[in-house]
């Protein structure tokens, strides 16, 4: 049965066929009815992980074949001719035995790529993970039904603490919300999101996951508690969560030496860190209260500042994002699965560790902590929680004895944290003038739209095209994680000259909009599928290595440089608990999505969400040390190129 479905599960020609094509095929007909037939039967959120397909190894030749026509763009004729050169060289020659060593892993493996991308990209890295590595998310952008910073920590608490019991029961659906058909993902992730942590070592980091957790850490005021979620019968109700959080706040706190910039450890150098950790957390009350933190539930943060969105005042959201995205350096434990932080004035918004998952199961995460907090709870007429508590919890103060030598320490981190934070700038949009209700009704993928109008701001701003990332998942495979979708393509670059064109008609540049999305739309659904460029190349470049072998072809290409970095934050994960919401609620709900800091030093981060008909809101993050980037002058290009992104359709 298992090796039907997988067989089944196989079938990719679906993606191929548009939502807008009548003449879908009778297989996909059959597929779709399949899987519809199957859902009927509502199975748990992993009935399909040993059924799903392995991840395919494309070969070789497409491979290079579809890296040169990604290049073209970028090079002038000597350079893509010195490119062919070393490519050819590699196609003949080592290639072909570096492939050999990959079809082997992936006929022994679940996923030829997964294990290597997660040491590699995240866990041997050594730089901090603050900036670099963890990104942020928002709760809602204008909604807020209390201030009562208490109130809304119990409530989110609560909710949190809800996922994960619908996670520990297999109760979160394996599939994804998709406009014709249910579509089964991966859901290893799941497993990862709570009472995991990243722990840090002298040259590989190691990731832990424990099978539970009766507690939650909290950093309130400098100071750390382990605060209790269980009666040993059942979960806290949220009432009664919100006495102990008042306890905290209302506490007279001194932080111990050093306990209140503690955190710093986990936001600087990687090795710094395990160094201090071995030396100074190995024994005593600081191994025990460590211990408290790391295998926590998560992390919730009582923050002492005040945020919100104005729409007549950017540099609010500006700060707000720039507060989720690093916090002071010393008030988030960056090593935590994620962090939970609410705001002096109940606003709640998360930072997440980056090596366990990826955006959209952290995205589905505050989708249904959001709707059960805001809608199905609420709070009372004068902002507090619900309810009568039936017990009293007293939140646990954790111990630390921290001489002069870790003082040192953290000020070293802390050092190093700070200059991270000074250099990067953030710039936040949220664009109201249409959104995807526009975008749909001219037939063209909201999606490829967006990325065609950052390809004509990023030219538009350094007045040159450059290597482009677009993340895309491979959850349709087991263990999959992400692919890059290459967006700066020929066939985007004729469309942002004829933009730039004064010459150009505006129907030839519909026309070449029309086509650049198209190709777009190839290029996401190739790596949907399994047939990107840069995992492969990935792949072949860390076998390369394992067998000390040069390269002229990696020597050149490798590692990419992505001056634009994107990613799009997905929406709508939580369909059985969103259904009956009035359009209110749904307005409550929207969310200005999240973002992270730039990925080069003299490049770009985007990331943008299309939240409601009427609304996309972008997140824009750059270096301030580079003197050829600005996030408020992208942003101020980005509306430019929006507005004339419309007038092509005659709407000014």
């Not at 020659?93 to 030829?112: A, D, E, P, T």
């Not at 919100?242 to 209302?250: G, P, T």
């Not at 634009?564 to 059985?576: A, I, K």
């Amino acid at each position: 049965m298992r090796l039907s479905i997988k067989f089944l599960l196989s079938y990719r020609g679906w993606m191929y066929q548009s939502e807008h094509d009548k003449n879908i095929t009778k297989t996909t007909k059959l597929w779709f009815a399949f899987l519809h037939w199957i859902s009927r039967f509502q199975p748990m959120l992993h009935s399909f992980q040993g059924a799903l397909p392995h991840l395919p190894l494309p070969s070789l030749d497409d491979t290079l074949s579809k890296h040169l026509i990604s290049m073209r763009p970028l090079m002038n004729d000597d350079e893509y001719n010195e490119l062919v050169e070393f490519t050819e060289k590699f196609r003949k020659g080592i290639g072909r035995r570096l492939q050999r060593y990959l079809v082997i892993k992936s006929w022994l493996s679940i996923n030829y790529v997964t294990d290597w991308w997660f040491e590699f990209v995240y866990l041997r890295q050594r730089s901090p993970l603050m900036i670099n590595s963890n990104y942020y998310g928002f709760g809602t952008l204008s909604y807020i039904s209390t201030t009562n910073q208490a109130a809304r920590a119990a409530n989110v608490t609560w909710a949190a603490l809800l996922f994960r019991r619908k996670i520990d029961r297999q109760e979160v659906t394996p599939f994804s919300i998709n406009p014709r058909a249910k579509v089964p993902f991966c859901t290893i992730q799941y497993e990862r999101v709570f009472n995991s942590c990243r722990l840090p070592g002298e040259e590989v980091d190691v990731f832990c996951h424990w099978d539970d957790a009766k507690h939650v850490a909290v950093y309130c005021h400098g100071c750390w508690f382990k605060l209790p979620i269980h009666t040993g019968k059942r979960l806290l109700e949220p009432c009664e969560l919100q006495v102990a959080y008042e306890k905290i706040l209302n506490g007279d706190l001194k932080p111990a030496p050093g306990e209140q910039e503690l955190a710093a450890l986990t936001a600087g150098e990687r090795t710094h860190w395990a160094i201090t950790r071995k030396k100074y957390f190995s024994a005593g009350v600081n191994k025990t209260s460590l211990h408290a933190i790391e295998r926590a539930a998560f992390v919730l943060i009582l923050d002492d500042e005040e945020v919100c969105y104005d729409p007549n005042d950017r540099s609010k959201l500006d700060r707000w994002a720039e507060n989720l995205l690093h916090g002071k350096a010393y008030d988030r434990w960056f090593d935590k699965s994620f962090n939970i932080i609410i705001s002096k004035n109940g606003r709640a918004g998360i930072n997440t560790e980056h090596s366990w998952g990826d955006a959209a199961v952290t995205a589905h995460a505050m989708e249904f902590i959001l709707l059960k907090d805001l809608i199905e709870q609420g709070y009372d007429e004068n902002g507090n929680t619900k309810g009568q508590p039936e017990i009293i919890v007293q939140p646990e103060r954790l111990q630390w004895t921290l001489d002069s030598e870790v003082q040192e320490r953290i000020q070293t981190s802390l050092q190093v944290a700070n200059a991270l934070i000074d250099d990067v700038e953030m710039a936040l949009l949220v664009w109201t003038e249409y959104g995807k209700g526009f975008i749909k009704k001219l037939k063209i993928s909201p999606d490829a739209f967006i990325q065609m109008t950052l390809q004509l701001t990023y030219f538009r701003n350094q007045t040159h095209f450059s290597l482009t990332y677009e993340a895309s998942m491979t959850r349709l495979y087991r263990e999959g994680r992400t692919e890059t979708v290459r967006s700066c393509t020929n066939e985007s670059c004729d469309f942002v000259r004829s933009m730039l064109d004064e010459n150009a008609s505006n129907e030839e540049r519909l026309r070449l909009l029309r086509t650049a999305a198209v190709r777009h739309q190839e290029l996401y659904r190739d790596a949907m599928c399994g047939k990107g460029i840069d995992r492969h190349l990935f792949a072949l470049y860390v076998v390369q290595r394992y067998l000390e072998e040069e390269s002229s072809f990696f020597n050149k290409i490798f590692p990419p440089t992505y001056l634009l970095s994107t990613s799009q934050t997905p929406l709508n994960q939580c369909d059985e608990e969103s259904r009956g919401l009035t359009p209110d609620q749904k307005q409550a709900l929207i969310t200005a999505g999240g973002g992270f800091g730039p990925v080069a030093d003299r490049g770009y981060g985007v990331s943008y969400i299309i939240a409601g008909e009427d609304q996309i809101s972008f997140h824009i993050s750059s270096k301030k040390s580079a003197e050829n980037t600005s996030s408020k002058g992208f942003r101020s290009d980005l509306e430019k190129s929006l507005r004339e992104m419309r007038a092509l359709f005659g709407k000014e």
